[in-house]
Each structure stands twice: as C-alpha cells, then as structure tokens.
C-alpha cells in the first residue's frame, strides 16, 4: 500500500471512531509499525485501539438478540443499540459471546467474516488473533492489522514485551514505535499530517526494544520475528488484548 494511501485509511478510522457509533467505547486510537516509520509502499498497516468496557447493561436487549440470532452478550459486551443496527458486523467468541475487538474490525476494517481463530495467553494477558476476510477491499491495500486492548499503548507495549519474552513469543511483541492520532475526544491532525510527510523520526526496532531494556542479541531476534509475521501475512487480522 503506498504511504498516502495509508495514511487516507488512518484518517477515514478517526472519522468513524470520532462521528459514528462503535460497538463499543474508544478511547485511543494509534498506528504504529511501517507507516510510523514512513516507509512507502508499507507492507501492512499496523492499528490499535483503546477501548473501553462498557458501563451499563441492557438484559432485555441481550436476551432478545440472543433469542433471534443466537448470539451472547450483547448490551453487556457490546453495545446493543450498534448490534440492533449492524447485526450483521457481530462478531462471536468461541464461547458464543459478542468479541468486541472482532466486531470493531468488521465495522472498521472490513464488513465481513471473521475466520482462522488463534488464541494464546499468558502473563496477565488474555490474547485472541483472528483473520479478517477483506474481500471487496480496494487491491492497492495492504493487509490491515487491528490491535484492541483495553490499556493504553504504552501499558500495552510493556506488557505484552514481559510476557513475550518470558515465553520466548517473540512474534507476540507489540512494535513500540507508535504515532497517536485520536485521544479522548481530541484528534490529531498535525500527526496525520506528519504521518503523510513520513516525518516522524523513529529508530530501528532493534534500538526502540534495547531503550526498553531488552538485550541486544534478543532485540534482533524480536525483530526479525515481527517482520518475518509481516512479510507472511496477506489478509487482514484482529488482535484482542485484556491486560
């Protein structure tokens, strides 16, 4: 995907999260990875989301959605005035219940369904990934990778690096290297703007990981895992953390 490409899919998120109804609260929106690096063309477009749980419950709601459509959860995972709207964006768990970062994806990534499940977890982390199928999207576009947590991005980046490491996971490091574009309400258009420009000054991945106190030897390995996990993806693909 070229660089302003990117940067117009970035933009038309932050649109979205700031005018439309989402699933559920988002409190932050970040890229992070090749396009806060300002490489062009970007081999995939890195994403992540803060959420927010939600604070009231609607039972009646949940139990009529669940009564036509078979599905859990919804007014207490996800909003059920958005699944009432966009029954066709909900998104299931394993265990049958609303997964808020799925359907955050089929509302801002691609509209359709979500396949391939591959769940880990460990150290505090609770970890879902799954596929997108991003059929019907634009053929200039790179694969699209959505991170969903309820911490923010740099609480994030340090958790999931202790659990990673401590597995030897590496594929499973967030990339610290991120640009926030949305926050409490607040966008930021200069960082989109920057972003455009590919003017952000950012270190190779290897440095960003040792100013986080990872040894060198390890930085490089983490590094080469993380771009060999790019480099193979060709779809798009979720992540849900709660940290």
Not at 22 to 35: C, I, Q, S
Not at 195 to 205: C, G, V
Not at 210 to 223: H, M
Request: proline fraction near 5%; charged fraction near 30%.
């Amino acid at each position: 995907m070229e660089l302003d490409r990117a940067v117009d899919r970035l933009e038309a998120i932050v649109d979205r999260v700031e005018d439309e109804p989402m699933p559920v609260p988002v409190r932050e929106v970040w890229a992070f990875g090749d396009v806060a690096l300002g490489l062009d063309p970007i081999d995939r477009l890195d994403v992540y989301l803060t959420k927010d749980v939600l604070m009231e419950s609607d039972a009646d709601a949940a139990a009529a959605f669940e009564a036509e459509y078979g599905v859990k959860g919804v007014g207490t995972t996800v909003r059920a005035s958005w699944a009432e709207t966009n029954p066709d964006r909900v998104r299931v768990s394993d265990n049958g219940y609303a997964a808020p970062e799925k359907c955050l994806a089929a509302e801002l990534v691609a509209p359709t369904a979500v396949t391939d499940t591959d769940s880990s977890a460990g150290n505090d982390v609770d970890t879902t990934r799954n596929d997108v199928d991003t059929t019907g999207t634009d053929a200039r576009d790179a694969p699209i990778h959505l991170e969903v947590c309820n911490a923010s991005f740099g609480d994030n980046v340090t958790q999931r690096l202790k659990g990673a490491l401590a597995r030897e996971a590496y594929g499973e490091v967030l990339d610290p290297r991120g640009v926030c574009l949305w926050a409490e309400g607040r966008r930021d258009d200069e960082a989109l703007e920057r972003l455009r420009e590919a003017s952000f000054a950012m270190p190779t991945l290897p440095a960003a990981l040792s100013s986080l106190g990872v040894d060198d030897d390890v930085a490089g390995a983490v590094a080469d895992a993380l771009e060999a996990e790019r480099v193979d993806q060709e779809t798009a693909s979720v992540r849900g953390d709660m940290v």
